[in-house]
């Protein structure tokens, strides 16, 4: 089992910055990739960010050059650092990491979701 925890989340102007922080905690040695997904109000989750054990990162398109996720495995943390932030990225923002168990059987762990709301 892995627990997930986030932070950090919160109100902002648009143009701001916020930094969020998942600590990760139970069978840690078995996460594989780490992200970040959010979910709006009415629209699915999607994918914001991932992070793999290399350190190879991935980005939707929409926050590309903007925000920037990054882990820190000694601290079993991964964060996203958020700046010129826009309304539309509001929304719940939830913590991801995903533990192989075999090449054909993965499994998803979550955070319990933060909230950062982006006024204009």
């Known amino acids: 089992q892995v627990q997930l925890v986030e932070s950090g989340g919160g109100l902002v102007q648009a143009g701001g910055s916020l930094r969020l922080s998942c600590a990760a905690s139970?069978?840690?040695?078995?996460?594989?990739?780490m992200g970040w997904y959010r979910q709006a109000p009415g629209k699915q989750r999607e994918l914001v960010a991932a992070i793999s054990s290399g350190g190879t990162t991935d980005y939707a398109s929409s926050v590309k050059g903007r925000f920037t996720i990054s882990r820190d495995n000694a601290k079993n943390t991964v964060y996203l650092q958020m700046n010129s932030l826009k309304p539309e990225d509001t929304a719940v923002y939830y913590c991801n990491a995903r533990v192989t168990i075999v090449a054909t059987l993965k499994l998803d762990y979550w955070g319990q979701g933060t909230q950062v709301t982006v006024s204009s």
């Open positions: 139970g069978r840690t040695s078995s996460i594989n990739d």
